[in-house]
C-alpha cells in the first residue's frame, strides 16, 4: 500500500513533546520535552506507517490495532499511542486514543484547518454533490478575484480527495483524523484558501472531525439511515448537530426544507453564538431560495435569490435535488465572502459528481444511469426526476449493502416499488448479513410499494443484463445504491466492482445491429415525457 503524500510546512515534535501534550506518562529514558526522538508523521494504518512516525493503535469493532503493531514496528515507527500497550513500540497510553486522534493530528501538523476555510457539509442525501458543488464554485472564485494564478481549492468528498498534488479515491466518507489534519496540511503547505469537505454523521460520532476548525457548515437534509449507530432519529440529528457547535463552526448554513433543518436551524439562532444563513429551495422563509426550478434530460435550472444576488443558475447536474445543493453551496460560498458571480459560473461548469445520476452511454436507444441512492428519500428523489423522462418504462436496479439499520430494507424496497415499472433486485454487499434475506426484505418491500413487476437476480452483473435486456426505446435504466463505489463485500471476500463499468459491459453486450447509436442526451431529448405516476412527485 502506498503512502499518502506527506505535508512539509510544519514543525517536528519530539516524542517527549507528544506524551507532554497528551498528558501521557513521559517515555523512559528521555531528558525533556526538547530531546528525545522526532516525530515527523501521523497514521492510524499500520501499512503506512514509515520511519519518523507516530502509530495510532486504535480499538476496531473486529479487533483492536495494537495487533498490528510489529508491522507498524518494521515499518518504522517512533512509537504508539493507545489505550494499551504495543508489543514492541513504546506506547502513549490514552484513555481513548480515537477521541484524542483529531486534536493530536492538528496539533502535530500545526493546526492546517486555522490557515484554511474549511467548509463542511452534513446531512443525509446530497453531501457529496454540494461539496462538489461548493470546490467548484471555490476554486472559479479563487480564479476569477486572482486571475489563473489565484490560490487553489482542495476537495475533500466520499469519492475522492483532490487539491495541488492530491488526486485519488476516497476510503471513507470522511477520512480517519490522522489521515484528514495531514491533507488538510497538504493543502495549506499548497496555498490551497478553500477546502470543501464532506462529513458524516460516523465522523462526528466517532471524533473523525475532532480538531478541525471550520470556516462554515452546511446542513442538507435529514432521513432515515445509519440507525444501526445513532439507534434513532434523535441520536442520528444529534449527532450532525454536533458539527454546528460553537467553538466548532463559525458560520452555519441550514437548509430549513423539512422539520430537521428548522429544528437544527432554531438551536443555532437560540444559542446565538454561531451567526445563521437559512437556505429553502421548497417555498420556505429563507435568507437564500431557489425558486421556479426545471429539471430536464440535460440538466437542471432555477432562479437564486438572496441578499446579494438575484439570478438564473443553470446547472448541467441532473435532478430536482440538484438546485438543492446548488443552493447551499452558494449560500455558503457568499456567506463567507467569495466572488458570487465567478462562483455561479463554477458550480454551471461543474458536468458530473462521480456516480451521482452519472449518464453511462453505450449507444444505447435508451437512457441509462448510475445514481447512489441508497434509502427511501433518496430514492423518492431521484426516481421522481427519472420518472418525468421516461416515456416508456422505468428499470430499477437495487439492493441492500449489509452491516446496516435492519428498518432500512422494507421502505427502500416500497419506495421503488411505488416509481418503478420493473425492479430487479440484487445483491449489494452483504458483509456478514444473509444475501438472501437481505434480498428478500427489499423485494418483499417493492411488491408492496405498487404494480412493478419485480424479480430477483442474485448476481449483480447479471441484474444489470436483465435490466438491460427488457429495455426498449423511451425507456429509463437505473442502478441505485452503490454510486460511485469500486468494490463490494460479501463475508470475509472484498471484490472489484464498479456499477458504470459493469452497466457499460450490459449495454455493449446487449447491443446489437438493430440499436442505432445516439448518445443518452439526444434520446431522452427526442422523447416527450410521460406524466408522472401517482405519487411519484417530490418528497413532501
Given at each position: 500500500m502506498s503512502r499518502p503524500r506527506a505535508p512539509r510546512g510544519h514543525r517536528p515534535k519530539t516524542l517527549a513533546e507528544v506524551a507532554s501534550f497528551l498528558g501521557a506518562a513521559p517515555p523512559p529514558g528521555q531528558p525533556g520535552p526538547g530531546d528525545g526522538p522526532v516525530v515527523t508523521g501521523l497514521h492510524h494504518d499500520s501499512r503506512r506507517v514509515g520511519p519518523g512516525d507516530l502509530w495510532l493503535a486504535l480499538p476496531g469493532a473486529g479487533r483492536h490495532g495494537a495487533g498490528f503493531a510489529p508491522a507498524a514496528l518494521a515499518r518504522g515507527a517512533v512509537a504508539a499511542v493507545s489505550d494499551r500497550p504495543c508489543p514492541g513500540l513504546t506506547t502513549l497510553l490514552v484513555s481513548d486514543p480515537r477521541a484524542r486522534a483529531g486534536p493530536l493530528a492538528d496539533w502535530l501538523y500545526d493546526?492546517?484547518?486555522?490557515?484554511?476555510?474549511?467548509?463542511?457539509?452534513t446531512g443525509t442525501n446530497g453531501k457529496t454533490s454540494t461539496t462538489h458543488l461548493l470546490h467548484a464554485g471555490a476554486a472559479a472564485a479563487a480564479a476569477g478575484a486572482l486571475g489563473?494564478?489565484?490560490?487553489?481549492?482542495?476537495?475533500?468528498?466520499?469519492v475522492v480527495t483532490r487539491g495541488p498534488g492530491v488526486d485519488r479515491p476516497a476510503v471513507l466518507t470522511t477520512a480517519e483524523a490522522a489521515d484528514l489534519q495531514r491533507d488538510l496540511a497538504v493543502f495549506r503547505d499548497a496555498g490551497v484558501a478553500t477546502a470543501a469537505l464532506e462529513v458524516s454523521s460516523h465522523a462526528l460520532?466517532?471524533?473523525?472531525?475532532?480538531?478541525?476548525?471550520?470556516?462554515?457548515?452546511?446542513?442538507?437534509?435529514?432521513?432515515?439511515?445509519?440507525?444501526?449507530?445513532?439507534?434513532?432519529?434523535d441520536g442520528y440529528?444529534?449527532?450532525?448537530?454536533?458539527?454546528?457547535?460553537?467553538?466548532?463552526?463559525?458560520?452555519?448554513?441550514?437548509?430549513?426544507?423539512?422539520?430537521?433543518?428548522?429544528?437544527?436551524?432554531?438551536?443555532?439562532?437560540?444559542?446565538?453564538?454561531?451567526?445563521?444563513?437559512?437556505?429553502?429551495?421548497?417555498?420556505?422563509?429563507?435568507?437564500?431560495?431557489?425558486?421556479?426550478?426545471?429539471?430536464t434530460a440535460t440538466g437542471t435550472r432555477f432562479r437564486l435569490r438572496g441578499p446579494t444576488a438575484d439570478r438564473?443558475?443553470?446547472?448541467?447536474?441532473?435532478?430536482?435535488?440538484?438546485a438543492d445543493n446548488a443552493l447551499s453551496a452558494l449560500a455558503a460560498l457568499a456567506a463567507t465572502g467569495a466572488d458570487l458571480d465567478a462562483a455561479v459560473l463554477g458550480v454551471e461548469r461543474l458536468a458530473l459528481v462521480p456516480g451521482r445520476m452519472e449518464v453511462v452511454d453505450a449507444g444505447q436507444p435508451f437512457l441509462a444511469l448510475v445514481d447512489f441512492a441508497h434509502n427511501a428519500h433518496g430514492v423518492e428523489r431521484a426516481l421522481a426526476h427519472l420518472r418525468t423522462l421516461t416515456a416508456g418504462r422505468l428499470h430499477v436496479v437495487v439492493g441492500q449493502r449489509g452491516g446496516r439499520d435492519p428498518g432500512k430494507p422494507g421502505p427502500l424496497g416500497a419506495a421503488v416499488g411505488r416509481l418503478a415499472d420493473v425492479v430487479v433486485v440484487t445483491d449489494e454487499g452483504a458483509h456478514d448479513q444473509d444475501p438472501a434475506l437481505l434480498r428478500a426484505l427489499v423485494a418483499a418491500g417493492a411488491r408492496s410499494g405498487g404494480r412493478a413487476v419485480v424479480r430477483e437476480v442474485p448476481d449483480r452483473a447479471d441484474a444489470f443484463a436483465a435490466a438491460v435486456a427488457g429495455a426498449r426505446p423511451g425507456d429509463v435504466v437505473v442502478v441505485l445504491g452503490r454510486g460511485a463505489g469500486r468494490e463490494m463485500t460479501t463475508g470475509t471476500r472484498t471484490d472489484g466492482f464498479d456499477d458504470r463499468v459493469a452497466l457499460r459491459a450490459a449495454l455493449v453486450a446487449a447491443r446489437g445491429p438493430v440499436l442505432r447509436p445516439a448518445s443518452a442526451a439526444s434520446a431522452t431529448a427526442r422523447r416527450r415525457p410521460a406524466a408522472p405516476r401517482p405519487g411519484s412527485g417530490p418528497p413532501p
Open positions: 493546526h492546517p484547518s486555522a490557515e484554511l476555510d474549511v467548509i463542511g457539509v489563473a494564478g489565484g490560490r487553489p481549492a482542495g476537495l475533500l468528498s466520499g460520532a466517532l471524533h473523525r472531525v475532532d480538531g478541525t476548525r471550520f470556516r462554515a457548515a452546511v446542513f442538507t437534509n435529514l432521513a432515515a439511515d445509519h440507525l444501526d449507530l445513532h439507534r434513532d432519529m440529528f444529534e449527532a450532525k448537530a454536533r458539527l454546528f457547535e460553537p467553538g466548532r463552526c463559525a458560520l452555519a448554513v441550514v437548509s430549513v426544507d423539512d422539520r430537521w433543518g428548522h429544528r437544527l436551524a432554531r438551536r443555532v439562532a437560540d444559542d446565538g453564538r454561531v451567526p445563521l444563513v437559512t437556505t429553502s429551495a421548497r417555498g420556505q422563509p429563507a435568507d437564500w431560495t431557489a425558486t421556479r426550478v426545471e429539471a438564473a443558475v443553470h446547472l448541467r447536474l441532473l435532478g430536482a435535488h440538484q
